[in-house]
Each structure stands twice: as structure tokens, then as C-alpha cells.
């Protein structure tokens, strides 16, 4: 019984557990630190300061949340990338309603970002004036971060988590963890997190990888995003010179 203790699956388990939330809290605390905002920014001289640090709190997500991440996994033993989402292989198709998510998710993203609430919080750089290569910074950030973000929860604590438990209790953990990482943003999206957190570890289930999750997770991001510019009445679009 005490050897079990020290198997490969509950030390692959202890430390996804272990780095889900240390590796967070991390990433959420250097985030808003304002040293580490002078030493990790990248300044784009066509954002402001707030615009750079909402980049450079994504490249630290995807540091802390995707590369830490695989580092940790390729130490542990007969574990690895593949093993944990990170693959081009599916297990199976994505299942027929997975594409008809995408065109519910932007109606809901398009009447959602008129809420007050909304807008007041996204887009998440504050520009007032928005140009192409902006809109481009901002779309690429997000994906990487999400890629990282996934990679965290639907990739490494999800498959680390199926080495000991079932599918249904994996996933309850999982979604308890993702809705707490999505605390500081309030009730609302702490709450939402978690029907999404079921979902796309449903579909990450199936597929065997993480891509659909990222894709499903992006485009609600980053229609959020644009919807919220759009209707953001301080906010106008600057056409290419």
C-alpha cells in the first residue's frame, strides 16, 4: 500500500496538482509585480503602459503555465509531451456538435460584450485608438497565452489526473481548479468557468489532445475581444496607412 504512494501515477499526479497551483499563483503574482513588469515587458512602442503589460502578462502565462509546464513534464518519469495533450494525433474526429459551437459562441460573445460589465473590462488593452498591427499583437498574445493556459489545465492536470482517478472525478477537480483561476475576474466568469471547464475537457477526452480546446477557447477570447471594441464607445478602429 505505501509503495503505491510513490508510483509514477501519484507523483505525475501530486505535482500536476502542486504546479497548478503554484505555477498560477506565480504567473498571477509576477503579473501584477511592478518590477517584474519592467524586467519581462517587451515595449511595443505603438502601446501604452497598460498595453504592454497586458502583453507581457500573457508571454508570462505562456511561460509559466505552457514551457514550465512541458519542463516539468519531460522530468517525470514515463511521462511526456504526447502523454499529455501536446500532439498532432486524435484519439477520434472532434464529434459532430463541436462545430456547431463556433456559431453559437459568437452570437453570445457579440450580445455579451454589450453589457456594461463587459466593457468595462475588455477589450483588456484600453487603447482608444486601435490600429491593424494592434489588433494583430493582441489576437497572437491571446492565442499564445491560451495555448499555455490549456496546456495547464486540459493538457497536464487533466492526463496527470487519469492516471488515478476516473474521467468523471478528473474532470470535477479539473473544473474546481479553473473556476478558482478565474476568481479575480468575479462571480460571473468564476461560475461560466465551470460548464466550460466541463466541455473542454470533454472534448479534450475525446480528440486525445488539447487543440479543440484551444480553438473553442480562443475564438470566445478573442470575439469577446472584438465584440467589446466594437461596441466600446470610446473606442474606434484606425485603418491601415
Known amino acids: 500500500m505505501t509503495k503505491n504512494l510513490f508510483s509514477p501515477d501519484h507523483l505525475r499526479f501530486s505535482i500536476a496538482v502542486l504546479w497548478c497551483i503554484v505555477g498560477f499563483s506565480g504567473y498571477y503574482l509576477l503579473s501584477r509585480n511592478r518590477t517584474a513588469r519592467r524586467f519581462f515587458g517587451i515595449p511595443f512602442k505603438y502601446l501604452d503602459e497598460q498595453g504592454n503589460q497586458v502583453i507581457m502578462q500573457r508571454f508570462l502565462g505562456l511561460m509559466f503555465l505552457g514551457v514550465f509546464s512541458a519542463l516539468i513534464i519531460s522530468l517525470l518519469p514515463g511521462f511526456n509531451l504526447r ?3 501536446l500532439s498532432l494525433h486524435f484519439y477520434s474526429a472532434p464529434p459532430w456538435w ?4 463556433f456559431p453559437v459562441i459568437l452570437p453570445l460573445g457579440y450580445f455579451a460584450a454589450r453589457n456594461k460589465g463587459s466593457i468595462k473590462r475588455y477589450p483588456q488593452i484600453r487603447a482608444k485608438t486601435w490600429t491593424p498591427r494592434m489588433i494583430l499583437l493582441n489576437s497572437v498574445s491571446w492565442l499564445l497565452f491560451l495555448i499555455g493556459y490549456e496546456f495547464l489545465f486540459r493538457g497536464f492536470l487533466l492526463h496527470a489526473s487519469l ?8 474532470i470535477a477537480l479539473n473544473c474546481t481548479l479553473y473556476s478558482l483561476a478565474h476568481f479575480n475576474k468575479g462571480p460571473g466568469e468564476t461560475l461560466g468557468a465551470i460548464p466550460v471547464g466541463v466541455l473542454l475537457c470533454y472534448i479534450t477526452l475525446i480528440t486525445g489532445n488539447i487543440w479543440c480546446a484551444v480553438a473553442i477557447h480562443t475564438v470566445m477570447a478573442l470575439s469577446n475581444e472584438w465584440f467589446a471594441l466594437l461596441a466600446h464607445p470610446e473606442m474606434k478602429l484606425m485603418k491601415a496607412a
Open 83 to 85: 502523454d499529455s495533450g
Open 98 to 101: 463541436y462545430w456547431l459551437l
Open 163 to 170: 492516471g488515478l482517478l476516473a474521467p468523471v472525478p478528473a
